[in-house]
């Protein structure tokens, strides 16, 4: 059975990673679209930037939060003035995860736009539909797939994160503490080996059963493909 600390550090991690995940997807779904229908002169630059979060060190990326985001950060510093906190505040744990986990969510539903039937999409503009139409009407559904792949991908590298989030919003119990950084602070505690591999044992079976959801969705799809 899990401790009422351990079932707090459980509800806030998914918290953060829930609204991580529905903040990231109407973001994902305009960018995936439009590298996958566009070519343009800096798309490789718009592509490095995207996967930059990738490759950044962790603690890097949120440094640079804490420098932008910060209570004195370029921007942080106004929306302070408007009352609105990132820094050491659960909301910053959503926005580090937001950044490090968007490239995992463009990437299959940018997949997804590529390998759908244009013709559809042409069919359905010549007979009068308008473009926004023919993209809610034909292109979303079609993309998902990727859509469900991309938003489980989040989700489950949001309930990972670590080194962006510490470095950022810092270990607050019940403010900031999500699993990653809940297992570093209990190993760092006389007798809390138990809790911190309870915490392990957690996150490995979320891991897995994220993994076991995107086969059987795109064994799925592969099927649709097929038929």
Request: proline share 6%.
């Amino acid at each position: 059975m899990l401790s009422p600390a351990e079932l707090e550090v459980l509800y806030l991690s998914a918290r953060v990673a829930m609204f991580a995940t529905l903040f990231s997807l109407p973001f994902a779904v305009l960018l995936a679209w439009y590298l996958a229908r566009h070519e343009f002169r800096l798309k490789f630059m718009v592509e490095a930037l995207l996967q930059l979060p990738m490759v950044l060190p962790p603690v890097v990326l949120g440094y640079l939060l804490l420098v932008l985001f910060g209570n004195q950060g370029v921007i942080g510093q106004y929306l302070n003035a408007l009352g609105f906190q990132l820094a050491f505040n659960w909301k910053g744990a959503v926005l580090a995860s937001m950044i490090v986990a968007f490239p995992l969510m463009v990437q299959p539903i940018r997949l997804s736009f590529q390998m759908m039937n244009q013709q559809l999409e042409q069919i359905a503009g010549s007979l009068g539909a308008g473009p926004w139409k023919v993209f809610y009407s034909i292109s979303l559904p079609l993309a998902l797939p990727g859509m469900l792949i991309g938003s489980i991908l989040c989700f489950s590298r949001s309930l990972g994160e670590f080194g962006a989030t510490i470095t950022f919003v810092g270990n607050i119990p019940g403010e900031t503490r999500t699993i990653p950084i809940a297992i570093y602070t209990f190993l760092q505690q006389p007798n809390g080996e138990d809790m911190a591999m309870r915490l392990v044992i957690l996150s490995l079976l979320l891991a897995f059963s994220a993994l076991i959801a995107n086969y059987f969705i795109l064994q799925k799809y592969q099927r649709k493909l097929r038929d």
